[in-house]
């Protein structure tokens, strides 16, 4: 998972100094030479294993976490560490923290550096590989007494978290999109006509999913990524934790690992409480909406020309995704709609290969020969090699697509008075259309299942 840049620069290089500086006054052990494999991922932070060897001759690995250079929130990062170690006192399974600090020589930025935990991360080998199967039937209700030690932590040393209210926040990040949606406003209407009474806040993990933390064949290692946390309600995370897009493709609700029921015995267990199903099903429907707005936003960097990036772009067109399974966990999918056939291409001028075969050859030759020549420690470059091959697929299903969709999306809004998706979402954010209406269902399940044949039709299966 993680990639050695094939020929360190001068930047890597102070990087590794400044983090062996670090390393021995953490330590106390001399250390020698440092050597950094960046992780792939990671919307925000910058990722690095860091292995070296001190003077005994033994091995030193840890890990690195910073922000970018240049765009660092040093209030965060000390929050982060302080989760940590509130955590870890509470007897939940995290990575020591060895230092963190707003800056240090060579890392320029806030940082967080950590002990190595062994264990795996990915999703599809912890839902196949034979190495976990003693554990895997088990796994969502030992998630789920994890995330009773973190409610359970006291709060005293946390009292710099947010304790913001989710929903207000998460609409105040739509609407700064300036994007209206149809589907945001009908979720967005749902959840606050059907909001459970709060509980009494806790330390709210805020990414407790498949990817934030690392499991082994005798269970839950530790849990990562703490840059989210905050002060709020406990069921917030179990809600994150089924949200379709963390089962990563498997069919099993929590996380692609097991049961809700499952879940919230492992929680019961823990804190001695259990949070009723419509509860639950509350905070999934929330979760699903927060990361349909939070790709949006993460999207933007590109779209508004901050971050020129292939995976940000990227995640802009698999928004529509979170659009179905919101529609889908609120019961408004209309599932009788039928997206147009593709048109026959239209006749050109211009000599074959026509476009979409020239899509069709240049994505085959990417995966069947480029692909392969790719070593193991250029994972950077194959991930990426994956996103260009995933967004050639949907230019070529977009060009199969033609104009029929579109047209047909346009009529349907036409029945409701609206000339776009936008006068639709602001009818729905007034209260003059209901999202319980069925003409106003089928339009958004049109278009919206017309978007994500072309995005990704295998997230339809």
Request: one cysteine or more; proline letters at 7%; hydrophobic letters at 40%.
């Amino acid at each position: 998972m993680a990639v050695t840049p094939d020929s360190p620069g001068p930047e890597a290089i102070t990087l590794a100094e400044g983090v062996g500086e670090v390393l021995r006054a953490a330590t106390g052990r001399t250390i020698g030479e440092v050597i950094l494999r960046r992780f792939t991922g990671g919307a925000s932070k910058q990722v690095y294993a860091v292995e070296a060897r001190d003077d005994a001759g033994e091995t030193v690995r840890a890990v690195l976490r910073r922000d970018p250079p240049g765009h660092g929130d040093a209030a965060r990062m000390r929050a982060e560490a302080a989760c940590l170690r509130a955590a870890a006192a509470a007897g939940v399974p995290v990575p020591a923290v060895l230092a963190a600090a707003n800056t240090a020589p060579g890392i320029d930025a806030p940082y967080l550096l950590m002990e190595m935990v062994e264990g795996e991360s990915i999703p599809r080998k912890l839902h196949r590989d034979p190495e976990f199967a003693p554990v895997r039937d088990r796994l969502a209700a030992d998630l789920g007494r994890v995330l009773g030690l973190i409610h359970r932590t006291p709060l005293d040393t946390l009292d710099t978290l947010d304790d913001e209210d989710p929903l207000d926040t998460i609409e105040q990040i739509y609407r700064g999109l300036d994007e209206p949606r149809p589907a945001v406003e009908m979720g967005l209407r749902w959840l606050r006509e059907h909001r459970p009474p709060p509980r009494r806040k806790t330390l709210v993990h805020g990414d407790f999913r498949l990817g934030n933390f690392l499991i082994a064949s005798d269970g839950v290692r530790a849990v990562l990524d703490w840059e989210l946390a905050h002060r709020g309600d406990p069921v917030e995370d179990l809600g994150w934790l089924c949200v379709r897009a963390w089962r990563f493709g498997a069919p099993a609700p929590v996380g692609g690992l097991g049961t809700r029921e499952q879940l919230l015995d492992g929680y019961a267990q823990t804190t001695g409480t259990r949070p009723a199903p419509e509860e639950l099903h509350w905070w999934e429907t929330f979760g699903t909406l927060k990361w349909l707005v939070l790709s949006r936003f993460q999207a933007e960097r590109h779209l508004g020309g901050q971050e020129r990036s292939v995976e940000l772009a990227a995640i802009g067109r698999r928004v529509c995704e979170s659009e179905y399974d919101l529609l889908s966990v609120l019961g408004l999918l209309d599932e009788s709609v039928e997206v147009p056939a593709a048109s026959e291409p239209a006749a050109t001028v211009h000599d074959r290969p026509h476009l979409t075969e020239m899509l069709d050859l240049v994505a085959e030759t990417l995966t069947e020969e480029i692909a392969p020549t790719l070593t193991a420690e250029q994972q950077r470059q194959r991930f990426l090699l994956r996103i260009c091959v995933n967004l050639l697929g949907t230019a070529t299903r977009e060009l199969h697509a033609g104009p029929a969709a579109t047209a047909a999306v346009a009529e349907l809004l036409g029945e409701l008075d609206c000339d776009s998706e936008a006068e639709l979402a602001a009818g729905l954010r007034s209260g003059a259309l209901s999202y319980s209406d069925k003409e106003v269902r089928r339009v958004v399940s049109l278009a919206v299942l017309s978007r994500l044949q072309v995005a990704n039709p295998r997230h339809l299966l």
